[in-house]
């Protein structure tokens, strides 16, 4: 309403995941692509590195390859790309005994921020995703964070994507065909328009940044993803 830039920082503790829903052609792919190349441009490859899921193969070029830990583009890649990114997860898993200066620091991991980044995950098999649901309430200890975007039609059958509304993941919802996944009714937008859904704030109308949009310089300390929709 204001036209001021929103700004969306997922390693901070009040967002850590994102979640993406929108009807066909509404838009969700150009802003992944628009979000991890902004990610790119404040963080080096040793500081965050994207495993990305892509049947459609939408975010090939996304991002320098040095910062893709993996790249899945097929159903036998998402099987052995979720079983690794298991192993590591558990390797990050806070220790029993830790102070709680330690579990706030998390000087328990080694490592970057791994950011799952899953474009078009009604296409995907659920299942194939379900090994990673319980790491979700948790995934703040570990450095991970998940970022989907699916159309809204049988989510309450996705673990994954059931796991982030019950998180209270941030949400942003672009055009809705059929059904809105976390609110009463759809909504009708226009593309690259959507509602960002915060917990505990008022539905606020933005204009998803496209990946042409300059971005930050590196070094600064956010991402500016979003701008207020007039």
């Excluded at 159903?75 to 706030?104: C, F, I, M, W």
């Excluded at 791994?114 to 090994?131: F, K, Q």
């Excluded at 200890?141 to 941030?170: I, Q």
């Excluded at 976390?182 to 690259?192: A, D, E, F, I, N």
């Amino acid at each position: 309403s204001d036209l001021q830039p929103v700004t969306l920082d997922l390693f901070s503790p009040d967002v850590q995941h994102l979640l993406i829903a929108g009807d066909s052609r509404c838009g969700k792919t150009s802003f992944l692509r628009a979000y991890m190349d902004a990610v790119t441009r404040v963080s080096r490859p040793d500081e965050v590195q994207f495993h990305v899921v892509d049947i459609r193969r939408g975010l090939l070029d996304a991002v320098p390859e040095q910062y893709i830990g993996a790249h899945a583009m097929s159903a036998a890649d998402v099987e052995a790309s979720v079983a690794a990114l298991q192993h590591t997860l558990r390797a990050r898993v806070a220790p029993a005994g830790a102070t709680r200066r330690e579990l706030a620091e998390r000087s328990h991991v080694t490592g970057p921020e791994l950011v799952l980044v899953i474009d078009d995950d009604d296409i995907i098999d659920s299942y194939a995703l379900r090994p990673l649901v319980a790491s979700v309430a948790v995934a703040w200890d570990m450095k991970f964070h998940v970022v989907l975007a699916r159309r809204p039609a049988n989510a309450a059958f996705d673990g994954l994507a059931t796991a982030l509304v019950s998180a209270s993941a941030v949400c942003l919802e672009m055009n809705e065909a059929n059904r809105s996944l976390v609110r009463s009714r759809p909504v009708t937008l226009p593309p690259g328009r959507a509602h960002l859904l915060e917990r505990g704030e008022q539905p606020l109308l933005v204009q998803l940044l496209h990946p042409s949009a300059e971005a930050k310089q590196p070094g600064e300390s956010e991402v500016s993803t979003l701008e207020h929709a007039g």
